[in-house]
């Protein structure tokens, strides 16, 4: 039987991943590629909602791409592309934007709160239609299921409802997808601000950690990071949110269970603590580093790799647009 196929995208929004997103959605992604048929693209027509400086917005997909296959994306294993390689993104998404009611659009809370942010004028109608091109990103792959975190639920709940309602309109065209909920999915929080989530857009420069910047700086980082007056290493959310987020990367990065950790630190202080942390950190990133250098010192290579997972995508997904044209009456 054919493995279940899975779908998920990420934005090339910033010039590295942070730890946040690695450990909440993009570790996820690499032992998907042993049992899915995977698809995975750097979402850059997403990335367009809001404005981007060509150059920058180039360098950034790269990066992304190159970030991706360092942390064991496989070519072999699963599909890596750009979303823009794929014209019918675009074009199913016209189709799905005529399917889409406009109160329903407007009902996405994702939407409120990031327009919300930047005021009306400065708010392109893209951001409003982008669940509806994530739909148009998922049904073109006829994925059986999408890794989906909380803030993402209600956009796939819009591309179940979209699927469902052109199959009833024009005959059975689309695999209706079920979110893939992983378990150990951790939720990282700022380290200047440890009850808010650590973020590109919210977080000042101290309170994420980046997968590309020096172990020096991450280092300060985690060293300066906010903590409580107490002195016990206990795993407390609620009323030690600092320490606990400390604890929950230390655990994710290293595999290393909360208990033992904090069993191993029973008895000594936040410095040490801190510093076995920064330590940890370099470990893990001074070989995603070096991978991804390794991409991004050699162009023609990643352009490669990059424009043989839109061809295998393209199988699919121009399968997919010429049956959709085709029912529309197109
Ligand atoms: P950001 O919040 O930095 O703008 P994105 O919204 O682009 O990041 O998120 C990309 C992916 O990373 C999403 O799947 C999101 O759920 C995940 N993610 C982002 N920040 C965190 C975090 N602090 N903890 C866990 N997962 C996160
Ligand atoms: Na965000």
């Not at 172990?215 to 320490?243: C, L, Q, W, Y």
């Not at 040490?272 to 010192?297: G, W």
């Not at 424009?307 to 529309?328: F, P, Q």
Request: proline fraction near 6%; charge should be neutral; aromatic fraction near 6%.
């Amino acid at each position: 039987t054919p493995r279940p196929r899975v779908l998920s995208g990420i934005q090339p929004t910033a010039d590295s991943f942070h730890l946040g997103n690695y450990l909440g959605a993009l570790r996820n992604w690499v032992p998907l590629q042993d049992t899915h048929d995977a698809f995975y693209c750097v979402v850059d027509l997403h990335a367009i909602t809001i404005p981007q400086d060509p150059a920058v917005l180039r360098r950034r997909t790269r990066v992304s791409a190159a970030q991706l296959l360092a942390i064991g994306l496989d070519p072999e294993r699963s599909t890596l592309f750009v979303q823009s390689h794929v014209p019918e993104h675009a074009q199913l998404a016209w189709v799905m934007n005529c399917l889409t009611g406009f109160g329903e659009a407007g009902r996405m809370t994702q939407f409120k709160d990031k327009s919300g942010k930047q005021g009306a004028d400065s708010t392109s109608v893209g951001l409003f239609t982008y669940p509806i091109l994530q739909a148009a990103d998922i049904l073109l792959y006829q994925a059986d299921a999408v890794p989906v975190g909380e803030d993402q639920r209600q956009h796939l709940e819009l591309t179940r409802d979209l699927a469902q309602r052109f199959n009833h309109r024009y005959g059975q065209t689309f695999t209706v997808p079920a979110p893939h909920i992983i378990k150990d999915t951790a939720k990282i929080t700022d380290l200047q601000e440890p009850t808010a989530k650590m973020s590109k857009s919210a977080s000042s420069p101290n309170g994420i950690i980046e997968l590309l910047e020096t172990p020096s700086r991450s280092g300060k980082k985690i060293k300066s990071a906010v903590t409580d007056t107490g002195r016990d290493i206990v795993f407390d959310p609620e009323n030690k949110p600092g320490i606990a987020n400390l604890l929950t990367i230390y655990s994710a990065l290293t595999g290393r269970t909360i208990e033992d950790l904090t069993g191993a630190y029973d008895g000594k202080g936040y410095g040490d603590l801190k510093k076995d942390l920064a330590a940890v950190v370099v470990d893990f990133v001074t070989p995603i580093q070096e991978r991804t250098k390794t991409y991004l010192d050699d162009p023609a290579q990643l352009d490669k790799v990059l424009a043989a997972g839109a061809e295998k995508a393209r199988e699919v997904s121009a399968a997919t647009l010429a049956t959709v044209y085709d029912r529309i009456g197109f």
